[in-house]
């Protein structure tokens, strides 16, 4: 029985940092958003200028987050219901999910 509790708390941390991981991988594709829209908001360059930059790197960085942030969300209900193995599965596609779509 205490091998099994063990196993259960080593579980539930590969969960809890798999989570951890998957909130920074998700909130940097948001981050890119607010950053490329400052970053680049000068007179000197021309909104179609920027509207392309953005449609050609940060939108393929939005649709991997929005993606990876569905499977993060299936993988979060899994954890809450106390089904882990099945989260743990679901966290750690949710981060190659994620790797191969920036590609």
Same mark, same amino acid.
């Given at each position: 029985?205490?091998?099994?509790?063990?196993?259960?708390?080593?579980?539930?941390?590969?969960?809890?940092?798999?989570?951890?991981?998957?909130?920074?991988?998700?909130?940097?594709?948001?981050?890119?958003?607010?950053?490329?829209?400052?970053?680049? /908001?000068?007179?000197?360059?021309?909104?179609?200028?920027?509207?392309?930059?953005? @449609? /050609?790197? /940060?939108?393929?960085?939005?649709?991997?987050?929005?993606?990876?942030?569905?499977?993060?969300? @299936?993988?979060?209900?899994?954890?809450?219901?106390?089904?882990?193995?099945?989260?743990?599965?679901?966290?750690?596609?949710?981060?190659?999910?994620?790797?191969?779509?920036?590609?």
């Amino acid at each position: 029985m205490p091998e099994n509790a063990g196993r259960e708390k080593q579980l539930q941390w590969v969960c809890r940092i798999l989570m951890t991981i998957n909130v920074l991988l998700l909130c940097s594709g948001y981050i890119s958003f607010f950053q490329l829209k400052y970053q680049l /908001d000068s007179p000197l360059i021309p909104k179609s200028t920027i509207y392309r930059i953005f @449609a /050609d790197t /940060d939108k393929m960085i939005m649709n991997a987050s929005i993606f990876s942030g569905i499977i993060f969300i @299936a993988g979060f209900w899994f954890y809450s219901f106390n089904k882990k193995v099945i989260a743990a599965v679901l966290f750690a596609t949710c981060i190659i999910c994620f790797m191969l779509l920036l590609l």
